[in-house]
């Protein structure tokens, strides 16, 4: 079992910075694939990007390609989103998930098993 929790959101201007973080509660955090997924008013939820278990593997959407950037920290239990260059379109609540699985970077919302309760990124133009 684990339990996620966000933080980092807020509101900011176009072309500015916020960095998300996810801690996560649980004895086995090292052996889950992390993701992020946002989702804005009226449209689906959508990957936005993800990181394998270990962290030598991520990925991303094209969306974010560039400008968002995928971390963890094992020891400590978090993943980070640090994300640059911020677009009104990037408005949306942010969510973070976990998959147990030392296989890939699963990238689809029915993969994940966990998610938090989501934290809300505003950028105004």
């Known amino acids: 079992q684990v339990q996620l929790v966000e933080s980092g959101g807020g509101s900011v201007q176009a072309g500015g910075s916020l960095r998300l973080s996810c801690a996560a509660s649980?004895?086995?955090?090292?052996?889950?694939?992390m993701g992020w997924f946002r989702q804005a008013p009226g449209k689906e939820r959508e990957f936005v990007a993800g990181i394998s278990w270990s962290g030598g593997s991520t990925y991303y959407a094209d969306s974010v390609k560039g400008r968002f950037t995928i971390s963890r920290d094992n020891a400590k239990k978090l993943v980070y989103l640090q994300m640059g260059s911020l677009k009104p379109e990037d408005t949306a609540v942010y969510y973070c998930?976990?998959?147990?699985?030392?296989?890939?970077?699963?990238?689809?919302?029915?993969?994940?098993?966990?998610w938090g309760q989501g934290t809300q990124v505003t950028v105004s133009s």
């Open positions: 998930a976990a998959r147990n699985t030392r296989v890939g970077v699963p990238v689809a919302i029915h993969d994940y098993e966990y």
């Open positions: 649980g004895r086995t955090f090292s052996t889950y694939a």
